[in-house]
Nanobody
Framework: QVRLVESGGGLVQAGGSLRLACTAS????????MGWFRQAPGKERDFVAS????????DYVDSVKGRFTISRDNAKATVYLQMNSLKPEDTAVYYC???????????????????WGQGTKVTVSA
């Protein structure tokens, strides 16, 4: 059974940086499409970024393009989200998710993901 555990959240001032990590336990991580989503208080869970199984293709929501970078290390069964130039509107609980299918392109629909982490909270102060 696959389990995802996020880390790296915290409190940061606007303009600062954080790196989130999501480590998987269980087999076959290297074949998963991975994604990051976030949920702000009182709002729905939204797509942030996704990366294909080999790391060749990535996709981002427009609001984070140029500031966030998703990457993965299959040898460590870990996917990362490097977040730079953070803004107060980036405040949310961030979740990583895994799609067991080896997709040709990144996945943006939360319904396509099979497993989720417990979330890590990111707070950006003005």
């Amino acid at each position: 059974q696959v389990r995802l555990v996020e880390s790296g959240g915290g409190l940061v001032q606007a303009g600062g940086s954080l790196r989130l990590a999501c480590t998987a336990s269980g087999p076959a991580f290297s074949t998963f499409t991975m994604g990051w989503f976030r949920q702000a208080p009182g709002k729905e869970r939204d797509f942030v970024a996704s990366i294909t199984w080999g790391g060749l293709y990535t996709d981002y929501v427009d609001s984070v393009k140029g500031r966030f970078t998703i990457s993965r290390d299959n040898a460590k069964a870990t996917v990362y989200l490097q977040m730079n130039s953070l803004k107060p509107e980036d405040t949310a609980v961030y979740y990583c998710a895994g799609d067991f299918r080896r997709r040709a392109r990144p996945v943006v629909d939360a319904n396509d993901y099979d497993v989720w982490g417990q979330g890590t909270k990111v707070t950006v102060s003005a």
